[in-house]
Structures are given as structure tokens and as C-alpha cells.
């Protein structure tokens, strides 16, 4: 297999990620595209009449994919990292296949979109554009680390409105959308209980010494240490502006879900990255044995198996009747979920 591989692959792809993709039907020439795999961008929407500007800037045309609003296709050697255009949150980089998984949501405007998975956030960025001002996203991630960049992403491109964040573990998450909340808000105010106010990247004395008890307690990305979830950013129109803390973390049964559940939910799962051909080309510079940790380790893809199965299931009981629920990894090898 290796040598007949070697002839297809400009890649020294290791005998054990070799017979990986031979146990899982994959063809191994797929690695060697390096320099025909596109690369695409999303433009802003509302940022159509800088599109000359950008192609001047980065000295490429850019062809629109005609089944993606908003995409082009990018030629392999361009970077945008340093562009005006990317600085200034016209333009950002995500794959046409995570377009595509957005796009099956099938988003309409009023939805209420739980996002079980979403840093960095690049899908949390295009659900937020089909959104539209109406509806509300609920961004989950269990590293704290990731879900700040993804915040940093929503403020760039000015598009956190409708949309709060937790770091929380997916699996266990349980928060409704707080359109259910609404009527309470009065009540909140009535009874004078304490309400969330503006979010402001300046956090209040109580919220420092409440983060520093987290801390303390050893709490860290790893989401069997997370105890509740914790809402580290909130729009404006994320409806939790005037709620108090226990209507925002207000439970319902498993019964009550499929009335007060979510509209859309996308199920954007940990995995091994292997189905990335950028992703596992980059094994050259990182070494292989990192490849064998991270993508064939059989503790690994074991324990990720189980929780892409958990945070499945789990998006599933937050669905209300009539939802729609997207999973979506970038995993080819066969994830054992039936
Ligand atoms: C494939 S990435 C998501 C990419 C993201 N949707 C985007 O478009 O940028 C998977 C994410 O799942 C998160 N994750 C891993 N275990 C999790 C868990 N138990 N609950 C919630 N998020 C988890 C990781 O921190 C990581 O950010």
C-alpha cells in the first residue's frame, strides 16, 4: 500500500496513517493536492462594494462559488491574514464545506440557533449573517480560551448582537433560548431582582472575584472540570439584557424541551481533523508522531467517539418538535456513531 502510495503522494505519510485510511476505505492520494486544494473566503455581507478593492489588495481575482452566498474561491498561495480587508473584518476565512453545513440549518430570521460547539467561530460568524436582527444564537464551547478568540471574532465583525456565549460543556448543556423568558422580564424588574445589564468587556468586581473562585477551584478546558455554564458575552438583543441570573439559567424538563427547545442546532464536533487536507499537511512541519497522537491514538478517537455520540444526543434533547439539527466533524474515518 505504502509504495504504491508513494507514487500519488508528494507526503511522507507515515506506514500507520497509511494503513488508517486503507482500514477506512480512503484514498491517500487525497493528501497530495497541496497545491489544487481551493481555499475560500466569506465576504461581510454589506462589504460587496469593497470586492475590487480586496482583489487589488491581495493581486487575485475572486471567483464566487455560485452554491454559497458570499464565498470565493481563493488560490492556495494567497494569504489574508495580513490584508486591510481582513483587519478591518471585511473578509474571513472558512471552508466552503463548513458553508455548507451552515447553510443545511436552513436559518430563517426569528430563529433560535444553539451552536453546541462553536469556537473559533467562523460558523458562529455566517449563522449570525443568515440571522439577520431577528432571532437569537447560543454559542457553547468548553474551552475557555477558544470561546474568548471567538468572542474577539463577533466584536470584529461587529456581529455579537444577538448572541450570547458559555463556556459549558455541550454535552451536558441545558440552557433554553431565552425567548421563553420574556414575559418574566417585567417581573425581574418588578421584584427588583439584580439584572443582567449591558455586557461590557469590563467586568464588574463580583463577576472578577467569581472567575478568580474558578480559577481557584482548578477549573479549566477540559470540560469534566466545568461546573455551571458560564456567560461570557451577551448582545444587546440576546435577550438577556433585564433578565435576572436565575431566569437566564432557568431549567425545563425533557418534556418542556420539545416546546421551549431551540429551532436549529449545529452539532460541530471535537474530532481527529482528518478529513482536513490542510490540516493533516501541516503534520510535515509538526512531525509525524504528533499526527499519531492526535488523529490514530486509540484512546484518542475512542474518547472522541463517545463524546461526538454525547454531544449528538445532547443537541438532539435541546431540538424542539419541528427543529432541524446539523452534525458536522472533519473526520472521514467512520465515527462508530450509528
Ligand atoms: C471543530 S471545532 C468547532 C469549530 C467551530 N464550530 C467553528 O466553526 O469555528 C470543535 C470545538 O469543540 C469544542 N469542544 C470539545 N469538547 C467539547 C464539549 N464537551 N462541549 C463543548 N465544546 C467542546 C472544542 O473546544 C472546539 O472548539
Redo the contacts with the bound molecule.
Sequence with gaps: MAEQVEDVSTLPLPDAFLDFLRRNGLDPSIYAASHSTPRYIRLKPGCERHLMEIEAEIKCKLKEVSWLPYFYYLSPDVGIARTKAYQEGKIYGIDAA?GAAVLSLGISPGDHVL??????????CMILDLLGCSGTVTG????RH?LAACRTMLQKYTLGDCCRLFV????T?SLIPVRVCLNSKSSAAEEQLEVYKEWTPRRSWKERKRAAKTRENGAS?F?SQIQDPELIFYGHHSGVVGLSKCEVYQSVNDHELLQLGYDKV?V????THDGSIRHIQKFEQWGWTTLQRRVLDAERTDFLTV?QLK?LANGFRLLKVGGSLVYS??RFASTGIP
Excluded: N
Design positions: 463548513s451552536d453546541l460547539c462553536t469556537a473559533p467561530g467562523a460558523k458562529l457553547v464551547d468548553v474551552s477558544r459549558a460543556d455541550g454535552t448543556f478546558q470540560f449545529l460541530d464536533a471535537e474530532c463524546l454531544l466533524t472533519c
